[in-house]
């Protein structure tokens, strides 16, 4: 605002002014770096890509600070590079539609903050000058009309507009020996008699008040100035972060939610669905139905389950053990039928995926829904009855607490 007069400057900053009200100035204090949290899975290619986010993001919120702009936009580029790595893993892992990856905050947040901090010292030095202003014109108007005598409220009133906003430096505060008269004359009485003294005071008064007046519009002007050069480049950084995480919607940015502990499990069940081309049709719609009905009646808070799938020569999990009831039965949608039958393989797969991965301290149970006989010779396939003995002989060797 090069070539404004200092009459110009003030007229400006009270006619902006005229309406601003009590602000209060928000110390800025050490944000810690930003982080990421990973929730919904334990994938641990998945946990050390989450880790190398952090510190990203750490580096971002620096070079934001120290207004590195072009690298900070390079490495937002860099960012994006490592969530599409992340978010090609998720479609590879067990339930990797189900993971957040929370960003504690922006790492332009601490230059926000600051700005914001900036426009709040603005509306405080805004109000200062103005209450300043009109006390300059009540001093000026009491003495003007040579008034002999006046009531100390009035004096109480001036006073009442002396005080900077809340938050201002004292270097903005009138000197302290105007304060000292305010309480002389509270305790002389109610009515002050004009006199010298009187005038000299209220006449070196009115001129502190000036002198203070230019220094908060001076400085005013000068946060304005800040604010108007840094705005433009905080948003642009915000809009360069953003528009990176706004392509990922598993990424949140705010805290993560707490953790909430499980319950250990009394009893296990393990469902292991025959999905061979032979299922197709009403008889995979019955499996689904009947392990959604297992699930609606033993959902009592104390049960965890898992659905395995085996057909083309293969064998898999669809959900792992788990005590989200309503994550296992949608999970059933997902089971299709084809290919021959590794009814054989499926069960004792089935079977050790219970003994190591289920928690149930009471029971375990497998619950197989197949209809056909072992076909799959790249399995070592064998009859129905071979495969039962078997079974027998694996049951036999599982602790009493794993029993299925």
Not at 128 to 149: S, W
Not at 198 to 227: M, P, W, Y
Request: charged share 25%.
């Amino acid at each position: 605002m090069t070539g404004v007069r200092p009459g110009d400057r003030q007229s400006r900053w009270l006619s902006v002014a005229s309406a601003v009200v009590m602000l209060c100035l928000v110390a800025h204090g050490a944000v810690a770096a930003p982080t990421a949290t990973l929730q919904g899975t334990d994938d641990q290619d998945t946990q050390w890509r989450v880790g190398n986010l952090s510190d990203r993001l750490a580096l971002l919120e620096t070079q934001a600070q120290a207004g590195q702009d072009d690298l900070f936009k390079n490495n937002c580029r860099h960012m994006d590079d490592s969530l599409f790595t992340i978010k090609n893993r998720l479609t590879q892992i067990p339930g990797g539609d189900q993971v957040r990856i929370f960003i504690s905050h922006s790492p332009v947040a601490a230059a926000r903050a600051e700005l914001d901090r900036k426009k709040t010292e603005k509306d405080a030095l805004i109000q200062t000058g103005v209450e300043y202003n009109n006390a300059i014109a009540e001093i000026d108007a009491k003495l003007a009309a040579g008034v002999r005598t006046f009531h100390f409220n009035w004096l109480k009133a001036l006073f009442g507009q002396l005080k900077p906003a809340l938050g201002l430096p004292k270097v903005y505060e009138i000197p302290t020996e105007f304060w000292s008269w305010y309480k002389e004359s509270e305790q002389a009485g109610q009515i002050l008699t004009e006199n010298t003294q009187t005038i000299t005071n209220l006449s070196q008064l009115r001129d502190a008040l000036r002198q203070k007046q230019r220094e908060v519009l001076d400085a005013g002007h000068r946060v304005i100035g800040e604010i108007e050069a840094e705005e433009p480049r905080v948003r642009e950084l915000e809009t360069a972060f953003n528009s990176v995480i706004a392509k990922y919607p598993f990424v949140v940015v705010g805290d993560a939610p707490p953790v909430q502990p499980q319950q250990t499990p009394e009893r296990s069940i393990c469902f292991l669905v025959d999905c061979s081309g032979s299922m197709d049709g009403r008889k995979m719609s019955d499996a689904r139905a009947a392990v959604r009905s297992t699930i609606a009646v033993t959902d009592d808070g104390k049960t965890e389950w898992a659905l395995l799938g085996f057909g083309s020569c293969n064998f898999w999990e669809e959900v792992g053990f788990t005590m989200d009831a309503a994550a296992v039965a949608d999970a059933t949608g997902g089971l299709s039928s084809g290919g021959d039958t590794p009814l054989t393989f499926a069960m004792y797969k089935a079977l050790a995926h219970l003994e190591n991965e289920a928690r149930g301290t009471q029971t375990r149970r497998l619950i197989i829904l197949c209809d056909g006989q072992d076909n799959c010779s790249e399995r070592q396939s064998v009859t129905q009855e071979e495969a039962m003995d078997g079974l027998k002989t694996i049951i036999r060797d599982i602790p009493g607490g794993a029993r299925p």
